[in-house]
């Protein structure tokens, strides 16, 4: 064989063997360009996962934190509610206290008044008080502050009234300086002239 023959043979191996180097080459960086595009895609695809992952906790978050505050706004309203149906009951146990403190205090009058008159109709000794005439205790001769206090509790007036005019009689009865004025007083309330 001829030289020339071995050496074109030799350059056409070459040839050939480059041409598949390169060629894989080629198929080699296209997998790679495929690989790196895959890469990038799933990164992004993993960074909005992500995303909406975080986008979720905080959804989730601000949902817990309203029914949070939903309860405890449920729970001051029910606390308000039943504040107020105490405040009420105990006005309303008070205003009953108070008027059975007024029928026992009229009850008592009303006693004290039967008792006068039983007495008197017995036959038996009665005090002064049961037998004095209104108009004759309210003058400042007849003054008597048994009789008028029983006037005082028979009366119509309300409780802080009778205390106030029962208070007078009791300091008129220690100083009778305070009888004249007292009788203006209570000839006013009793209607009296």
Known sequence: MSRN??????V???AVLGWIVIDR????RAEVARIEAET??????????ARLAEEQAAEEVRLAEEARVAEEEAAAAEEARLAEEARIAAEAE????AEAAAEAD???GTDAVDATA?????????PATAQADLATVLTPDGFDAD????YVDESDMNAVAKTTLKAGIEQARDNPTLIPALLEQLKARLGVE
Do not use: C, K, P, S
């Not at 023959?5 to 030799?10: H, P, Q, Y």
């Not at 990038?40 to 996962?49: L, M, N, S």
């Not at 008070?94 to 206290?97: L, Q, T």
């Not at 009789?147 to 029983?150: K, R």
């Open 147 to 150: 009789a008028l206090i029983v």
């Open 94 to 97: 008070a205003a009953a206290e």
């Open 40 to 49: 990038v895609q799933a990164a992004q695809e993993a960074e909005e996962a």
């Open 118 to 126: 039983e007495a008197a109709t017995d036959g038996t000794e009665t």
């Open 12 to 14: 056409l191996v070459v």
């Open 25 to 28: 080459m080629a198929e080699n």
């Open 106 to 108: 009229a009850t008592t």
């Open 5 to 10: 023959l071995i050496v074109g043979l030799a």
